[in-house]
């Protein structure tokens, strides 16, 4: 339950900055920046999925409807 | 046991957290983030099993239902607040922890007030 999500979001973040080493050696900046943008948005959704089911069982546990 | 299950996850994050430092320092508070997630809900069945003890005690000793429902939200937002307060300092503002701690206790004064509003007419009713 726990472990891949640390794993998914580790190997993201390396791949992201893998590509933009590959990219700014064969300067093209503008799109590494872009590739950081969207390794940032797929990490954030993963999160903010995780964050969802959170907040799902808190609310459940503590009635705070 | 949970607690090594819990303890080692945590060790597994930080170490991800510094190699993120390191390659990619934004994605590293997102991992945070998840791992806290991923603590807190491996830690609710737990917290599930303790609330409900706690209910049947309640029950038996005859306080009244609502009040104890609020003492739970209050113990929910502590544990709400804290969470998010402690993961924005560990993301380097302080200030924001401090301002999610703050609205914390505003909600924990707005629950806690009907409480002491009908401890204050048992008062009077007393008097």
Redesign the interface.
Same mark, same amino acid.
């Given at each position: 339950?726990? /472990?891949e999500?640390? &794993?998914k /979001?580790?190997a =993201?973040? /390396?791949i992201?900055?893998v590509i933009n080493n590959i990219l700014e050696k064969s300067d093209k900046k503008e799109i590494a920046t872009l590739v950081?943008l969207a390794? $940032?948005v797929i =990490?954030?959704t993963? =999160?903010i999925n995780?964050?969802l089911?959170?907040f799902d069982? $808190?609310k459940n /546990? &503590?009635?705070?409807y | 046991m949970l607690l090594i299950?819990i303890i080692a996850?945590a060790f597994?994050?930080l170490v991800?957290y510094n *190699?993120?430092k390191s *390659?990619?320092p934004?994605?590293?508070v997102?991992?945070i983030?998840?791992?806290g997630?991923?603590?807190?809900?491996?830690l609710?069945d737990s917290? *599930?099993s303790s609330?409900s003890a706690f209910a049947t005690l309640t029950e038996k000793s005859g306080i009244s239902k609502n009040s104890f429902?609020s003492v739970?939200?209050i113990?929910?937002?502590g544990?709400?607040t804290e969470y998010a307060a402690s993961i924005c300092e560990d993301g380097g503002s302080k200030s924001l922890g401090q301002k999610v701690q703050f609205a914390g206790k505003i909600t924990v004064f707005l629950l806690a007030l009907p409480i002491i509003m009908n401890v204050f007419t048992i008062i009077e009713s007393v008097l």
């Open positions: 339950m726990g /472990i999500i640390i &794993f /979001i580790a =993201v973040g /390396i992201t900055a950081t390794g $940032l =990490v954030l993963m =999160v995780m964050l089911g959170l069982t $808190l /546990i &503590f009635y705070l | 299950k996850i597994v994050a991800g *190699v993120l *390659v990619k934004e994605f590293s997102a991992l983030v998840a791992v997630a991923v603590i807190l809900i491996l609710s917290v *599930v609330l429902a739970v939200k113990i929910g937002i544990y709400l």
